[in-house]
């Protein structure tokens, strides 16, 4: 849970190392709904009670306080002390101890490298976030996922009914290498009209990280084959979002059934891969 923030009066316009505190100046920004830091544009009841504009959309006009109606008035002695303080960066209990400017702390916060990074795992909707450490557990325990260490792999995925192709997602697998993680994704749709599917690796970290590795896909059967290489990309992008850009491996049907060789009842593939890093 995100801790208080605290404050430090101020005049700078960019971030710096360091936290500062000052309790008074905390408690009255405080909103006394949410409980967070109040900002532009604050309102107040005909009593001085204020509220953030959030909480004031959700309280039906009426002040938690004193029950009177908040109707538009702006508390601008407050917003002023507002815009003049420094507030720390809200992921300092992730490790980023910058502190800015109101209005700078909202854009650094959405770049932050430190922020939270969301479930990879595609097979449901997951809303969980967190670090890699706490995501990398929470795949092994709430997922289940296939866990492997090694940057070489030869997976085989089957499908009895290659005829259904909406929403035919393969367990996801993680691979451990290089001190990392790697996410494996594989699975069916269409595209357009044209039934696909998708092999693709994502990163477990920032973009700049991902960038520093590669990796190949290859799949093939009766003499033929397809090979994918490319550099994974970071679970910053979600899986919908690598895989609506086609970034990956991607394979018809019937070049899938033809790499499975037999009747072509039933998909048979095997994907083998290999991820290495980069000479920088």
């Known amino acids: 849970m995100e801790g208080r923030s605290c404050l430090r009066l101020c005049g700078s316009a960019g971030g710096r190392h360091g936290l500062a505190s000052n309790s008074a100046v905390h408690e009255l920004l405080e909103c006394p709904v949410c409980l967070n830091l109040m900002h ?6 005909p009593n ?3 509220i953030c504009v959030v909480c004031k959309s959700k ?3 009426s002040c938690p306080i004193c029950r009177q109606e908040l109707g538009n008035i702006r508390c ?5 002390v507002a815009e003049s ?3 720390p960066c809200k992921y300092n209990y992730l490790g980023c ?5 109101y209005h700078s702390r909202i854009k650094h916060e959405e770049n932050c ?3 939270g990074y969301n479930c990879p795992y595609a097979g449901t909707e997951c809303y969980v976030t ?6 990398v557990a929470h795949l092994k325990t709430d997922h289940n996922v296939d866990m492997h260490d090694g940057s070489t792999f030869n997976h085989r995925y089957v499908k009895p009914n290659p005829h259904e192709i909406e929403n035919a997602t393969w367990m996801l697998t993680i691979f451990n290498c290089f001190g990392y993680q790697f996410c494996l994704h594989f699975e069916a749709f269409h595209l357009g009209m044209a039934p696909v599917y998708m092999a693709f690796l994502r990163f477990m970290g920032d973009e700049n990280d991902a960038s520093k590795f590669s990796y190949s896909l290859e799949v093939g059967g009766n003499g033929r084959k397809l090979k994918w290489q490319g550099v994974p990309r970071s679970i910053r992008d979600s899986h919908k979002t690598v895989r609506d850009s086609l970034d990956g491996l991607i394979i018809t049907r019937n070049i899938g059934l033809f790499f499975s060789g037999g009747d072509r009842q039933e998909l048979k593939l095997k994907v083998a891969g290999r991820i290495w890093r980069e000479q920088s």
């Open 76 to 80: 601008l002695a407050l917003e002023k």
């Open 113 to 115: 490298k430190y922020r």
């Open 130 to 135: 967190g670090d890699i450490p706490f995501l």
């Open 40 to 45: 532009p544009p604050i309102h107040q009841c």
């Open 85 to 87: 303080i420094e507030l």
């Open 48 to 50: 001085g009670h204020t």
């Open 97 to 101: 101890h910058d502190i800015f400017p």
């Open 59 to 61: 309280v039906q006009n």
